[in-house]
């Protein structure tokens, strides 16, 4: 059986103590319901849209109890539990991957903007922080003393942060840089091109020259 939920409108700032959101719940592709959640801690409500999505929605609650249990595994805070699959939980377990996806590509979307900036190191999909230069890391590369310049930072402020699950994050740094620096493939996120053809970015006074000596 197929349940899913569409239009869904997430809140985080009404979101207290469970996510407060509505949707439409759709079950073998068609509208049989509404889902919500207010945000302060109470139950997941579901009901029908009609006649057809109540029978619908009666299938989808034995089909949910059919499913296995949910396994809680045990922390610091408490022992391992689990608790019985119902529709209520199910639809909770899809708005949870919805929230957790719409942060990730938030996150991503943050990541590779200050990339373009600096190098990058943090925890994947969970937290960074960064060194930035005054101007696009691209030129920074592009200039003679670039490539040395990105690896003693790597080197020197990069690597001692990485622990406790921090990596490198940067997809825009050739890895030729990155193995010089002495990081291993598990500090680092695999990056996109292995090597780069460094150019030259012409001195403003060398320019200044040039059109002097034209003239």
Known sequence: MKIELKSIYHSAQLSEETEAFTANLYINGVHAGYAKNEGHGGNTDYYAKDEKGRELIRQAEEYCKSLPPIEYPADKYMEAFSINMDLEHYIDDLLNKYVEKKETAKFNAKLDK????????????Q?????TY???????????????????AIKDKILPKL??????????????IIKAAGLEEEQYVKPTIQNIRYGTIPDVDENKNKRGKSR
């Open 134 to 152: 005054t101007m696009p890391l691209v030129n920074v590369l592009a200039h003679p003393k670039g490539p040395e310049t990105v690896l003693q």
């Open 114 to 125: 200050t990339m373009l900036k600096g190098i990058v190191y943090g925890v994947p999909n």
């Open 127 to 131: 937290s960074f922080g960064a060194i």
């Open 163 to 176: 622990k406790d699950g921090n990596k490198l994050l940067n997809t825009n740094i050739p890895e030729s």
